[in-house]
């Protein structure tokens, strides 16, 4: 594969700090780095305490179960999202009620989250999907209006800022993802931001087996072993150090794609308002239906030239495990099936963006036609 979706970048800090935490032999999550990483985070990314963990996904599990949620209550989530957004909701024994995304981009629609809202409502679940905020302004008014819990799920938007503000620093507890494809990663682990005490309490208890850090072997709730390791934590200290470059330098990505993509017209313009301000975790483009490839035929013929992608998710209510919860709307389809994600990585040259971004403006002027098993390419005139 010549160029992946995804490709962390890992040097002599993360050396530096990994050599470090071998040479305390410290090496689960009672080492040093851990609390570094967490402090260092919330400087970068708060105001809020941080608590680290071995996944995102965890880190929803903690934020979730720190709400106390009983059978019944309901979280309004996105429909379009990963599924380990949702997954931890349920969890928590929380009914996920779905939000088709909007028309003109792929995170909720807001106008249509607040019929949604009933007295069994307790939080809203904010995801920002693909790096593309959600207008936290705007979610914040109305779980004002209701008195609802807000839980964001950065896993793919660190950096991101709405109004100038940061994503994760809008709701109750933010959580992050800290997957290997991630602007940031660890390798696997995750990590929950708080502003309020008695959130960070709760999350420090179901982090640790429902045990308070004062309360050895004293178990308050059942929890879980959501701590993460010190050599995880040392990537992320490393990794640290340059985070605001890579966001930048992702930032500058999406603009090399730009610079071929934005003369064509083979792709859906996302409006988002001008107070949204994206950091291209993936690079996302979304093919127009009238092109003639789909977008399986799209991918199909860029990996044979060396490029990887991804389809964009389905929607959670079309697939066997969530879709008791909703049906599903023509928004999550259209962006389900005509989105993918092309590769965005720090180490990508403006030379090689560019070669991406006119391989796939190349490959959407010609024109398919199925024949007896034969598939053959004509030039549209
Ligand atoms: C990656 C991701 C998660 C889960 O994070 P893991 O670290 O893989 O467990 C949750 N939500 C979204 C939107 C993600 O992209």
Not at 34 to 59: C, D, H, L, R, Y
Not at 314 to 319: D, H
């Amino acid at each position: 594969m010549r160029f992946p979706v995804a490709n962390p970048v890992l040097g002599k800090s993360e050396l530096k700090y990994l050599q470090k935490c071998l040479d305390s032999n410290w090496i689960s999550s009672s080492g040093a780095l851990i609390a570094q990483f967490e402090e260092k985070f919330a400087e970068a990314f708060g105001p809020g305490k941080a608590v680290a963990t071995n996944s995102g996904t965890m880190a929803l599990d903690l934020a979730f179960h720190s709400l106390e949620l009983s059978p019944g209550d309901e979280v309004i989530v996105p429909d379009f999202t990963f599924a380990g957004s949702v997954s931890p909701v349920c969890r928590a024994q929380a009914v996920p009620v779905y939000c088709p995304p909007a028309k003109e981009h792929w995170n909720m629609d807001l106008n249509a989250l607040e019929p949604l809202i009933n007295s069994r409502t307790k939080a809203i679940l904010a995801v920002h999907l693909y790096g593309q905020p959600c207008d936290m302004v705007k979610v914040m008014q109305i779980a004002k209006k209701y008195d609802l819990k807000v839980i964001e799920d950065c896993a793919e938007a660190l950096g991101a800022k709405v109004n100038g503000q940061k994503v994760g620093t809008f709701g109750d507890i933010a959580c992050f993802s800290f997957f290997a494809n991630k602007v940031l990663t660890t390798g696997e682990g995750g990590l929950c931001l708080t502003r309020s005490e008695e959130w960070l309490e709760k999350l420090l208890l179901y982090r640790d087996h429902g045990m308070l850090p004062n309360e050895r072997y004293w178990h308050r709730v059942i929890g879980f072993n959501g701590r993460m390791t010190n050599l995880q934590a040392a990537v992320g200290c490393g990794q640290l150090e340059s985070v605001h470059e890579m966001i930048e330098k992702r930032k500058q990505i999406h603009c090399w794609y730009q610079d071929v993509f934005s003369d064509e017209s083979y792709f859906f313009p996302i409006k988002k308002g001008d107070h949204i301000e994206d950091v291209n975790w993936l690079e996302s483009p979304v093919l127009r239906p009238e092109c003639s490839l789909n977008r399986d035929q799209l991918c199909e013929e860029l990996l044979k030239e060396g490029i990887d992608t991804r389809p964009f998710f389905y929607p959670l209510s079309s697939m066997p495990a969530y879709d008791k919860f909703g049906t599903t709307h023509a928004n999550a389809l259209f962006f389900s099936s005509h989105g993918f994600n092309l590769p965005t990585y720090t180490s990508l040259s403006k030379k090689d963006v560019h070669w991406i971004a006119k391989k796939v403006v190349e490959l959407l002027s010609l024109q398919y036609k199925e024949g007896s098993g034969v598939t053959c390419r004509l030039k549209i005139p």
